[in-house]
């Protein structure tokens, strides 16, 4: 790299150019839901936002170009009644789940090799247990699952530990007038990374990490 890529407001960055391709089904009907896409993108001189540890101090974004990458993955989701008239003729139960997979690396780079993409989680699941009423009562618990670690820089040395956080909504959604929700999150006090500033090859004494809330 040029140095400039690395001093602060100074960037030789090519333009980032992608040939994607993706195939999904989405559909619904009254008691069930689905949105399935499967997708690959091939990726030429992609931009990267990386934490530089230069001479003149640590640089906290500085914008470079890899060379070849591939982002490739799923993105899931589907809802279905699972229970029907509990409390009145009309509400109904509805379990939701939504789930992603990122499948994304280097392409056999002169430096990193095959190496996966700093700061994307492989696997991410949001599941809820939603009662819904017709008046547009609802209420339920969701879980958040980031359930595999992942790397914060390039060289993949260091990783962020996976998570689980447990929240419970309730709120009132209608047609016209107000609408409004109130939800508490992280009820079991899960201490979590929730965000990772990517280097190339971390040290120690970074400061990559966002805290969760």
């Known amino acids: 790299f040029d140095v400039k890529s690395f001093s602060p407001g100074s960037t030789n960055a090519k333009a980032q150019t992608a040939t994607t391709y993706e195939i999904g089904t989405r559909g619904r009907r009254p008691d069930f839901n689905w949105d399935v896409a499967l997708y690959r993108a091939e990726i030429d001189n992609e931009l990267q936002c990386l934490t530089i540890v230069a001479v003149w101090g640590t640089v906290p974004c500085s914008v470079i170009n890899a060379d070849k990458t591939v982002h490739q993955g799923i993105e899931a989701g589907f809802g279905f009644a699972f229970l029907k008239s509990a409390f009145d003729l009309d509400d109904r139960v509805w379990l939701n789940v939504v789930y992603t997979y990122n499948d994304f690396f280097f392409d056999n780079d002169a430096v990193w090799g095959n190496n996966k993409l700093p700061g994307v989680a492989p696997h991410n699941l949001r599941a809820e247990v939603l009662y819904n009423h017709p008046s547009g009562f609802y209420a339920g618990p969701n879980v958040e699952w980031m359930a595999d670690a992942f790397y914060a820089d390039n ?36 201490r979590y990374i929730a965000t990772t500033i990517t280097t190339g090859t971390a040290d120690p004494s970074m400061e990559l990490f966002n805290p969760g809330t």
């Open 155 to 190: 060289a993949n040395t260091l990783k962020v530990d996976p998570y689980v956080l447990l929240n419970f909504r309730v709120g009132i959604d209608r047609d016209k007038g107000w609408s409004g929700y109130i939800e508490g999150r992280n009820l079991l006090d899960e």
